[in-house]
């Protein structure tokens, strides 16, 4: 089962653009699985809080990744990196969530969507 979740995790990750390369799934994999193992984590956590919120956390989570840089650099970095682009890091990682989708009201067709079957959550 942890294959077939890793292998999604690849998938997910495989050909996105980033300035004009391509992220390679395998070569991130490790590090896209400790991205979603995080969030996963640290939502179960911060949902214990009594001034938890959902959009607060999503939010909070996509601002640390904001990162702005050369093309050429960015191009270099999805190369040679175990890490995907921080864009992608938060863009693939939070829609394997269904708060993310309830939160934000992302359905079928938007840009964000990830079909409930294609979701992925590692712990």
């Avoid at 890793?6 to 699985?33: C, H, M, P, R, W």
């Avoid at 960015?74 to 921080?86: E, G, I, K, T």
């Avoid at 708060?99 to 009201?105: A, I, N, P, Q, Y």
């Amino acid at each position: 089962a942890f294959k077939e979740r890793t292998d999604k995790i690849v998938d997910q990750f495989e050909g996105l653009d980033s300035y004009g390369a391509k992220v390679n799934g395998k070569l991130t994999v490790s590090e896209n699985v400790a991205d979603l193992g995080g969030v996963a984590c640290a939502l179960e956590a911060a949902k214990r809080d009594k001034d938890f919120s959902v959009h607060e956390f999503f939010v909070n989570f996509a601002t640390i990744w904001r990162m702005k840089a050369r093309e050429e650099y960015m191009q270099m970095l999805a190369s040679v990196d175990v890490h995907a682009p921080a864009k992608w890091r938060t863009n693939v990682i939070v829609n394997n969530f269904d708060e993310f989708h309830k939160e934000f009201d992302v359905k079928e067709g938007d840009g964000m969507w990830r079909a409930p079957e294609e979701r992925v959550i590692i712990w």
